[in-house]
């Protein structure tokens, strides 16, 4: 029996090396495990899932109704400082044993601290990342994070998986659909964005950006360990050459916040924020021309709203980059505040460029793993 549950899934007919492939790039871009990416893509539903981790752990899975429909009495077993540690919640109690759904049911130490501050002997269970994740809100109010919406779309409403009998390897990711096409000519120039759902713009627990060289920027990318890492370096180098500086995660049809400085401060609640690519606007036409962006930034209600919380200003030059893996645009540099932006647009496009190979080589490692 293969160790690992990409392994696994490939072995067991459910999915197919290619598909594994696109899943291990899409968990590297947009984070989350590898199940989650698998149930968001259409391959595998929830079930599949559940029962591959089971036989990869050892541990038994636990029933989605049961989970979901948990009395008041159960959830209060375990104090809420111990879920929000562990990421784990208490299905029953038999006598002194206590069944605990575990987003990670192989860690020990968490397995001993809640034995030891509960008092009970623990039987631990596993459950798909994104049913934990639901679960936890529901249940604790944890509040999920917008990565994780289209997977829970995905369990909400199942879709009919692929047939198995035809070539998979080539068909279309619905999240990564090309936009229509659109008639730019009616709007005079000036782009459109859809309505979005603004966030406030208090910077919590904001931190001071230090002073990084474009070569030390490259070598930091070259050796980062993680798509967040990715993230910071890419921020930490921009925010010390402009003003305004922020990093979009292209997503589907959504393009949604990853990171943001102004004047050198962090906005800790610019990854709440997302809109749509549905309509004209500089975010969209990047994504479907998968080109650059340089200019001033039409004075639109639409553009003021997603430059509120990145504290961009309407009608001011601003570059915009994408950053492209396999044709497709996975995330947007966007730069503005500083002389001179068009003599910088070569060196935003390398650094896009090189953000691209920082994230290949994660895929590599992932290939290796697989996990």
């Not at 859809?194 to 208090?202: D, F, G, K, T």
Request: charged share 25%; proline share 5%.
């Amino acid at each position: 029996m293969a160790s690992k549950l990409g392994d696994m899934l490939v072995i067991e007919g459910l999915i197919t090396p290619e598909e594994l492939e696109e899943a291990l790039r899409y968990q590297v871009i947009y984070g989350g495990k590898l199940g989650t990416n698998l149930i968001e893509m259409g391959l595998v539903d929830e079930g599949d899932i559940s029962l591959a981790l089971s036989r990869k752990l050892g541990v038994p899975y636990v029933d989605t109704e049961q989970l979901m429909s948990l009395p008041s009495g159960t959830l209060k077993l375990i104090p809420q400082e111990l879920v929000e540690k562990y990421q784990v919640i208490p299905l029953r109690l038999d006598k002194n044993k206590l069944s605990l759904v575990m987003l990670n049911p192989v860690d020990l130490a968490a397995i001993d601290d809640i034995a030891f501050r509960t008092g009970f002997v623990i039987r631990p269970l596993v459950a798909p990342e994104v049913r934990m994740v639901m679960a936890l809100e529901k249940f604790y109010g944890m509040k999920r994070e917008l990565r994780y919406i289209q997977a829970i779309n995905a369990v909400s409403e199942p879709r009919e998986k692929r047939n198995k009998d035809k070539p998979k390897g080539n068909a279309p990711d619905p999240r990564m659909a090309e936009l229509a096409d659109l008639d730019l000519a009616e709007i005079d120039d000036v782009f459109e964005l859809s309505e979005v759902e603004l966030i406030e713009e208090e910077v919590i627990d904001a931190e001071v950006i230090d002073s990084y060289s474009l070569e030390h920027t490259f070598d930091q990318l070259a050796e980062a360990k993680d798509r967040d890492q990715i993230a910071s370096t890419l921020i930490q180098y921009l925010g010390q050459e402009y003003t305004n500086c922020a990093l979009f995660m292209v997503k589907g049809r959504i393009a949604s916040g990853w990171t943001t400085v102004h004047e050198g401060i962090y906005n800790d609640e610019f990854p709440q924020f997302q809109f749509s690519l549905d309509h004209p606007s500089v975010i969209s036409m990047i994504e479907e021309n998968r080109s650059f962006f340089l200019g001033p930034i039409p004075d639109t209600p639409q553009n003021r709203n997603w430059l509120t919380p990145v504290k961009g200003e309407v009608g001011k030059p601003a570059i915009l980059v994408p950053i492209m893996m396999l044709g497709r645009v996975v995330a947007i540099l966007f730069a503005q505040g500083r002389d001179d932006l068009a003599g910088h647009l070569s060196e935003l496009q390398v650094l896009g460029s090189k953000a691209a190979m920082a994230f290949d080589i994660l895929i590599l490692k992932s290939k290796i793993r697989i996990g």
